[in-house]
């Protein structure tokens, strides 16, 4: 995650720095997930990915669950405060296209295709289970998926809102299922048990999503699996 020392400083020109440094990161993150998508059946990525025991692929997953800083304010005015919800709005994407590029992740080690045993998808699940950010993580990317389901009914999720929304449950599903410990549902039980009874339940996300997009059946399967293990 950039992070420049003139972006943090107080002001409209760090706060603009600041913005600029989002939406590259964005843009890369983005750009990681669609490389993923287009590589899965080249046997040389692999290669790559294994490299120095997976490093990379460590240090990937610690910038995907971190939370991005922002930078301070003082005096707020109107170019300010719009600077503000722009910088809100970024870090608000930045969760979520964290959470798809995670769930490639998690995919590409779910391969057979996948024989690193410094990095199994196990031992990729626990290192994110022990993350001190986890939960910072967790918070937000569930914010922003409620943010989006509790506009208006007659706004349908959109088709890449929907692979958003397939892909992050996922993600959750996932860690609910494979965790070592209870952690994680535990959490999530505790602080998002009402979101998942009313809001990210099978028949409230039929209602958002259009039924011709292919991957709407098993979005809905996998909120009917991750609202079982926590409602």
Same mark, same amino acid.
């Given at each position: 995650?950039?992070?420049?020392?003139?972006?943090?400083?107080?002001?409209?020109?760090?706060?603009?720095?600041?913005?600029?440094?989002?939406?590259?990161?964005?843009?890369?993150?983005?750009?990681?997930?669609?490389?993923?998508?287009?590589?899965?059946?080249?046997?040389?990525?692999?290669?790559?990915?294994?490299?120095?025991?997976?490093?990379?692929?460590?240090?990937?997953?610690?910038?995907?669950?971190?939370?991005?800083?922002?930078?301070?304010?003082?005096?707020?005015?109107?170019?300010?405060?719009?600077? *503000?919800?722009?910088?809100?709005?970024?870090?608000?994407?930045?969760?979520?296209?964290?959470?798809?590029?995670?769930?490639?992740?998690?995919?590409?080690?779910?391969?057979?295709?996948?024989?690193?045993?410094?990095?199994?998808?196990?031992?990729?699940?626990?290192?994110?289970?022990?993350?001190?950010?986890?939960?910072?993580?967790?918070?937000?990317?569930?914010?922003?998926?409620?943010?989006?389901?509790?506009?208006?009914?007659?706004?349908?999720?959109?088709?890449?809102?929907?692979?958003?929304?397939?892909?992050?449950?996922?993600?959750?599903?996932?860690?609910?299922?494979?965790?070592?410990?209870?952690?994680?549902?535990?959490?999530?039980?505790?602080?998002?048990?009402?979101?998942?009874?009313?809001?990210?339940?099978?028949?409230?996300?039929?209602?958002?999503?259009?039924?011709?997009?292919?991957?709407?059946?098993?979005?809905?399967?996998?909120? *009917?699996?991750?609202?079982?293990?926590?409602?």
């Amino acid at each position: 995650m950039p992070n420049s020392a003139a972006s943090m400083k107080l002001g409209i020109k760090s706060a603009k720095r600041r913005l600029k440094e989002l939406e590259a990161c964005i843009a890369f993150i983005e750009t990681l997930a669609i490389m993923f998508q287009e590589t899965e059946f080249y046997s040389s990525r692999n290669l790559i990915l294994y490299e120095e025991k997976c490093k990379y692929m460590n240090c990937l997953f610690r910038s995907l669950i971190c939370e991005p800083e922002s930078v301070k304010y003082t005096d707020m005015n109107i170019e300010l405060s719009e600077l *503000k919800n722009k910088l809100d709005a970024q870090i608000s994407n930045f969760y979520l296209v964290s959470s798809v590029l995670l769930w490639e992740l998690m995919h590409c080690m779910s391969l057979t295709s996948w024989n690193c045993t410094d990095l199994t998808l196990e031992i990729f699940i626990k290192n994110i289970e022990y993350s001190s950010s986890l939960k910072i993580f967790l918070k937000s990317l569930i914010g922003e998926l409620s943010k989006i389901v509790n506009s208006s009914d007659t706004v349908l999720l959109s088709a890449k809102e929907t692979i958003i929304f397939y892909k992050s449950f996922s993600v959750l599903l996932i860690l609910v299922e494979k965790s070592n410990s209870t952690s994680v549902i535990e959490y999530l039980k505790s602080n998002f048990y009402e979101e998942f009874k009313y809001y990210f339940n099978e028949d409230r996300i039929r209602l958002k999503t259009y039924n011709h997009y292919p991957i709407s059946k098993d979005l809905l399967a996998v909120v *009917k699996k991750l609202q079982r293990n926590i409602v």
